[in-house]
């Protein structure tokens, strides 16, 4: 069962965290960053769940939990448009 509920996720790392960033700064992130960075054509519906994990700190890594399997896989296949950049993207 644990496989199944961590199909459609995928971790975004080495963004920076705003002091005072709420779920909505993180998603306007995350957002942000698959459609100007991966070039992906993203709604706000293709997105079930976004939040930072681990204890405050910086840079703390966004876990992203898409509405279907093949919007994370749209997103995987679209990661060779990071090269170069700081962010990193891997599956959870």
């Not at 002091?19 to 957002?31: A, L, N």
């Not at 992203?64 to 599956?91: C, D, M, P, W, Y």
């Amino acid at each position: 069962m644990d496989e199944w509920q961590q199909r459609n996720n995928i971790l975004i790392s080495k963004i920076e965290e705003c002091p005072q960033e709420s779920y909505f700064d993180t998603q306007k992130i995350t957002e942000d960053i698959l459609r100007m960075k991966l070039k992906v054509d993203i709604w706000r519906w293709n997105i079930e769940s976004v939040h930072r994990l681990g204890k405050k700190r910086r840079g703390r890594p966004i876990y992203v939990r898409f509405s279907s399997f093949t919007k994370k896989l749209e997103v995987l296949h679209t990661t060779r448009n990071l090269t170069g950049a700081k962010i990193r993207t891997e599956q959870n």
